[in-house]
């Protein structure tokens, strides 16, 4: 492969190890990378999910991100700490604006609320090389919050993205430029790729690629033949090549549609089900007014319980845009009468209002008084928004198939 032509950027991917652990141990005045912690979603519930282990807990017991409540050891050393995604949140906001004292803010693209990709492309002068750069930020970072980070420097985000997760989770800092490619990457199994997920690897095997080099020397042609786009990305970023932005506004983008879904902590009945569905319409509406945006596409989704499995997710148009709960809510309810198999108990629902227009530019009905319709939304939300999301509910909100007041205490779906 001749990178000639190919653009390189000195581009830092920055990760946060065991970030919700490590904020959580700080706060205990613990070593986050010595002492034995588990961030739990919920305490109270035996099922609930580990969010975070401390390295020290992952190396001694392997507990990991997917470990359940009850499968924690009976250690007198362990503490178990409910999650704060408040302060994770602000955590992660202050340490942006650390890095933001070497770079613009056009230059930093976060990734997730515990990763970040940093340009730092002209910095040499400032501070020297990108490793001299990477270096000065590993260490602000654990001077001042105490979290250890791991660091990968590549030409483009992908290659600074994979170096990250397989080199500088060991090393701390590790580097791959385009020429590294080859000796650094190839001899990975394409799972441990970012980007490749359990399906695609499952589709890869089955044609004989098991690793990033096999898949890089596979024909383009079959790649994008058998998998579209999807394939030639694949097969560029196996040569390590990525052409992804490494400027620019990074935050704001087109608002494709509003939705609201949540994955109930028990079985909902059909009757359940409707109070539920009326919540999650009220919060979709709601977010569609704050943007003064209307949509003409309800896509109403449900999931059953294990017992039974399956569900359903079905889509429907209506001729005017709308923003309106209860217009929202009409036509969920007609998809779940229409398609719900009647017996099954609900686990999982799931709105979308998409389709959009700008609000002003719907049509009026003269059949009905849709000013009045919208005006009762609007004041709703303009109350909610001086006195806080919960000082004005439907009635349904407060009974024990509601999900309103619950999902007010959390960020993500997790206490806040």
């Known amino acids: 492969m001749n990178y000639a032509s190919y653009p390189r950027n000195d581009v830092l991917c920055i990760d946060m190890r065991s970030f919700y652990a490590s904020v959580e141990a700080i706060k205990l005045g613990k070593d986050p990378m010595k002492v034995l912690l588990a961030v739990v979603g919920d305490p109270n519930r035996s099922g609930s999910i580990v969010l975070a282990a401390s390295p020290a807990l992952k190396k001694k017991y392997g507990i990991s991100n997917v470990s359940r409540f009850f499968e924690l050891p009976d250690d007198p050393d362990l503490y178990i700490v409910r999650a704060h995604m408040a302060d994770y949140l602000y955590v992660s906001a202050e340490i942006t604006k650390l890095i933001n004292q070497y770079v613009p803010k056009e230059a930093i693209h976060p990734y997730s609320v515990d990763e970040v990709w940093v340009t730092v492309n002209g910095l040499t002068k400032l501070f020297g090389s990108r490793w001299e750069v990477a270096k000065r930020m590993k260490h602000d970072i654990l001077e001042c919050f105490g979290i250890t980070s791991s660091i990968g420097i590549g030409d483009n985000k992908f290659l600074a993205k994979v170096v990250m997760d397989l080199h500088a989770k060991k090393q701390g800092i590790a580097e791959c430029k385009y020429e590294d490619v080859e000796a650094k990457l190839w001899s990975f199994p394409i799972e441990a790729i970012w980007g490749i997920g359990s399906r695609m690897k499952n589709n890869l095997n089955k044609m004989g690629i098991v690793t990033l080099g096999q898949l890089a020397r596979y024909d383009l042609n079959h790649l994008k033949k058998r998998f579209g786009v999807m394939g030639e990305q694949l097969y560029w970023h196996a040569w390590g090549i990525d052409l992804s932005p490494v400027l620019g506004d990074f935050v704001k983008t087109e608002q494709k549609g509003f939705g609201h879904g949540i994955s109930l902590l028990r079985d909902y009945s059909m009757q359940e089900t409707e109070v539920c569905l009326l ?3 009220e919060e979709v509406c709601r977010r569609a007014r704050t943007a003064n945006m209307a949509g003409k596409t309800i896509h109403l989704a449900i999931g059953y319980s294990k017992a039974t499995g399956g569900g359903f997710s079905r889509s429907r148009s209506i001729q005017i845009p709308t923003n ?12 779940f009468l229409q398609f719900y198999d009647g017996v099954s108990s609900v686990r999982r629902a799931y709105v979308t209002l998409d389709n959009l227009y700008k609000k002003q530019e719907t049509q009026l009905n003269l059949f009905e008084n849709r000013a009045k319709k919208n005006d009762i939304g609007y004041t709703m939300d303009a109350i ?15 009974t024990d198939a509601g999900i309103t007041l619950e999902r007010s205490q959390k960020i993500g ?3 806040a």
């Open 413 to 415: 779906g997790h206490y």
């Open 324 to 335: 309106v709960t209860m217009d929202v809510y009409h036509v969920c309810m007609d998809l």
């Open 384 to 398: 909610r928004a001086k006195y806080g999301s919960t000082s004005i509910l439907r009635a349904i909100s407060y």
């Open 279 to 281: 919540d999650l319409c």
